[in-house]
Every structure is written in structure tokens, then in C-alpha cells.
């Protein structure tokens, strides 16, 4: 069995000037509820408790996570959408998240989000990439990840498609093994 090493960014410093405690969230999502998927969402919350122990100002307010569901809509984003919710309440100072493509898969809604929240004084880490929406260039870098993040999901698609007509050429059938009215 292989020897699997974790490497976790370096603890994060807040930019202010008190030593008050913080009210910090996390966000996790896997697109699919596969077994592999499964076992990347639990490592991800994993890592997020331990990571929420690392801070000593920091109250961890949740971690979030959404299962099985696609990051171009915010659509069916339940824990997403909650999370949302609750910063926009004041609920949350800061939201970490392990990378762009896990908050979102679509530029409009990433951008969108993350100029609604720095206007209430949310910020939002994406620890992998690392972009924190409270520096100045964080935008610039968000233009560049945002795209690539959504240019993935539509390459993923479009492989997905491909790879079920070529075997809708040879005769498999997605859906139900059996068709009414058919002989296969």
C-alpha cells in the first residue's frame, strides 16, 4: 500500500490590527457521488477540521459541504447557498475553501459572489490557488483562475458526451438496462 503525505498550506495571518476572534466557515464539493468522490469530500472537511484547530482567533461557524453537485449553477447547492446566506447575515468573516474550482465552476456567479461579499467585509480563501480575496491583486488572479476553472467543466462534459455516443455506436444503452418496445 502506498504512503500517502499531506501537505497543508501554512497557517493563514488575518490583516487586522485586533487579536478578536474570527467567525470562519470552510466550503467543500465534489461534482459526483462516486465512492472516490465520497472519499475526496471526507478528506476535504478532514482537512478542514484540523485546519480550523490551527487558528486559536478563529471560530470555526460550519463547514459546508456539497455532495454529488455540479459547480456551474448554484442551483441544488444547498450547503452552498446556506453558507451564502449566512455571510450575507454576518454570520461569516471569512470563507475558505480549497480552490477556485471547488467554489465555483462558473466566472458570472465566482465574480459576482465575491464582490457582494468584500462589500460586507467577507473575504474568501481559496487555499490551493493561493487567492485571498482580502489582498488588492486577488482579482486579477480570480480572472485568470475563474476561466480555466469553468474551461474544465466544459471539457469534462464534452469528454463525458463523447465517450456515450461511442458507446451508444457499439450498442449500449445508458438508462435502464430493459426498453419497452424494444429488442436489444
Known sequence: ???LTEYAPAPVVLKTEDN????VCAYCRVSTDDRDQRNSLEAQVAFFHRYFVQHDNWVNVGIFADEGISGTSLE????FNEMLELARRGGVEIILTKEVSRFSRNVKDLLNIVDELKEKGVYIWFLSDNINTQDSGARALLNVAAPNAEMESLRTSQRVKWGQQQQMRLGVVFGRKEMYGYNI
Open 1 to 3: 500500500m502506498r504512503q
Open 20 to 23: 478578536e476572534k474570527h467567525k
Open 76 to 79: 441544488k447547492r444547498d450547503k
